[in-house]
């Protein structure tokens, strides 16, 4: 079964300017990160404000993504809900779409016991046999968290869960997902600040946010670990750290969606309510940092580095 691995986006959901789904700038973003490298494309993760979005418009979100890519990179919906059976309507429609694989995050708000955790999982799972699923793992947000334990035990009972991101920094924690069926278990990170840790640890890769963004960085830093030039791909890494600091943490959606018309001539949009859009001053000074550190170049600025 296909799994996620690389620089793994979880796209901005593009909304025109009367709050709908901008399906032709959905198609012109994944072309340019497909052309900038990346090797998956994660469609109604969070960064897609996946709970703000209907039904019908995940669906269509889907289907856009899929087409678009044309098999060009490696797609997995993410088709998590509040719900089990909606969670399976969207997991029955991303098979139907032609989707690689999908990532399935845990329901929200309501906190849930670790068997109620396994049976969802398992239930999504046994719906699409054919697909691989990935758990995901977002607690700060989420509020329900999936332990190594519990993921242990969804890959046991599901042969075709083949992964799990995770979204917390906890290393220790990432480490112990790690040994899942004798280490033959997928784990990327949600903070792409780990990314080279996480592959000098025999990880897959990252989902990252701001590869929105700045997805030649994140792509050199992996592409430096699969050569082997691990010095290299750790100076670039800290690169990335610097740029991924501006752009994450309080409000980062509001940030990529801001900065994606200047750095990349991608207009996506503001966000959806109730969201909070950046300033014109918010944006230009988000911008100069950014250009401050040369973000366009990778390599630019590390002779600086130790």
């Keep these: 079964m296909k799994k996620l691995y690389g620089v793994v986006v ?3 959901t593009p909304f025109d300017r009367t709050g709908r789904v901008d399906t032709g700038v959905l198609r012109a973003h994944v072309d340019d990160l497909i052309g900038a490298g990346v090797h998956c494309l994660y469609p109604c993760g969070t960064t897609g404000e996946m709970f703000k979005l209907t039904t019908d418009e995940r669906k269509r979100i889907d289907r856009t993504v899929i087409e678009a890519a044309a098999g060009r990179a490696v797609v997995f919906a993410q088709v998590g809900a509040m719900s089990t059976a909606e969670t399976i309507e969207l997991a029955h429609h991303a098979r139907e779409a032609g989707a690689d694989g999908i ?3 845990t329901p929200a708000f309501f906190g849930l016991s670790e068997r109620a955790l396994e049976e969802h999982f398992c239930a999504v799972a046994a719906a699409v046999p054919e697909l691989p699923v990935y758990l ?11 332990t190594p334990a519990l993921a242990a035990r969804v890959a046991e009972r599901s042969p075709n869960v083949v992964g799990i991101k995770y979204s917390y920094p906890n290393m220790p924690r990432i480490l112990e997902m790690l040994e899942i069926r ?7 990170c949600g903070q792409d600040t780990l990314l080279y840790s996480l592959l000098t640890a025999g990880g897959d890769g990252t989902v990252s946010g701001a590869a929105n963004l ?3 960085m994140y792509v ?14 750790l100076r670039l890494q800290r690169k990335a750290n610097r740029l991924g600091a501006i752009v994450n943490g309080a409000n980062n959606i509001g940030k990529y969606k801001a900065a994606l018309p200047r750095l990349r001539g991608i207009d996506a949009g503001p966000l959806r309510a109730p969201g909070e859009n950046l300033s014109p001053e918010e944006t230009d000074r988000l911008v100069a940092r950014l250009e401050a ?6 390599m630019a600025g590390l002779d600086a580095e130790p």
């Design 220 to 233: 050199a830093v992996y592409e430096a670990f699969r050569r082997g030039d691990l010095p290299l791909a």
């Design 293 to 298: 550190l040369d973000w366009k170049h990778p």
């Design 103 to 105: 990532g399935v995050v």
């Design 136 to 146: 995901y793992a977002i607690p700060q947000c989420a509020v329900n968290d999936i």
């Design 182 to 188: 004798d280490h033959r278990f997928s784990v990327l």
């Design 10 to 12: 979880p796209l901005v």
């Design 214 to 216: 700045l997805p030649e």
